[in-house]
T-cell receptor, first 115, second 110 residues
Framework: NAGVTQTPKFRILKIGQSMTLQCTQD?????MYWYRQDPGMGLKLIYY???????DKGEVPNGYNVSRSTTEDFPLRLELAAPSQTSVYFC??????????????FGPGTRLTVL | QKEVEQNSGPLSVPEGAIASLNCTYS??????FFWYRQYSGKSPELIMS????GDKEDGRFTAQLNKASQYVSLLIRDSQPSDSATYLC??????????FGSGTRLQVQP
């Protein structure tokens, strides 16, 4: 299993441009998440999904959109990039073995810079 | 008050010593607790999970949970230079995703 994969690894955007960060998992996990991590900080939840067709906002959803058409894929869309969106973005997934023991596994991250 | 608080460090310990990392959380309804290790430039890696009061040991790592005092800790015995990383405490309340602390940077001196 490849686990959670993310593309691209790095990207530089100009202000106002749009892009989609891709995330795919091959573990048949129902739950998927997008976090951002600013330098020296913890991870903040952007959006999450509990299954195909179901998404919900996290702590910092403004400026982002998501979709979940399949179990495997959970892309994150930035419509109008702003310097405040410069960050490292992590996708994660987790199994559904009970609420307590739902462990999250992370992809390698996408480092995004908006200039 | 932050939901999950950690001392940012750095915590510096000599090789072979015990490193003690602490985390407090604000929501008494929190049910699951995790410790992640994150090397610089890498993604978080799950190293311990704990769900009930007491200690849980896995190799050189011991997680301790005290729900009455709302804290969770991670002990690393026989610390090695390869343990030098940022350690993130994460807490789940109900069905939501994890809430992370900002992490404690650990430095193990050879």
């Amino acid at each position: 299993n490849a686990g959670v994969t993310q593309t691209p690894k790095f990207r530089i955007l100009k202000i106002g441009q749009s892009m989609t960060l891709q995330c795919t998992q091959d573990m048949n996990h129902n739950y998927m998440y997008w976090y951002r991590q600013d330098p020296g900080m913890g991870l903040k939840l952007i959006y999450y999904s509990v299954g195909a067709g179901i998404t919900d906002k996290g702590e910092v959803p403004n400026g982002y959109n998501v979709s979940r058409s399949t179990t495997e894929d959970f892309p994150l869309r930035l419509e109008l990039a702003a310097p405040s969106q410069t960050s490292v973005y992590f996708c994660a997934s987790s199994n559904t073995s009970g609420v307590l023991k739902r462990e999250q596994f992370f992809g390698p991250g996408t480092r995004l810079t908006v200039l | 008050q932050k939901e999950v608080e950690q001392n940012s460090g750095p915590l510096s310990v000599p090789e072979g010593a015990i490193a003690s990392l602490n985390c407090t959380y604000s929501d008494r309804g929190s049910q699951s607790f995790f410790w992640y290790r994150q090397y610089s430039g890498k993604s978080p890696e799950l190293i311990m999970s704990i769900y009930s009061n007491g200690d849980k040991e896995d190799g050189r790592f011991t997680a301790q949970l005290n729900k009455a005092s709302q804290y969770v800790s991670l002990l690393i015995r026989d610390s090695q230079p390869s343990d030098s990383a940022t350690y993130l405490c994460a807490v789940r309340t109900g069905r939501r995703a994890l809430t992370f602390g900002s992490g404690t940077r650990l430095q193990v001196q050879p």
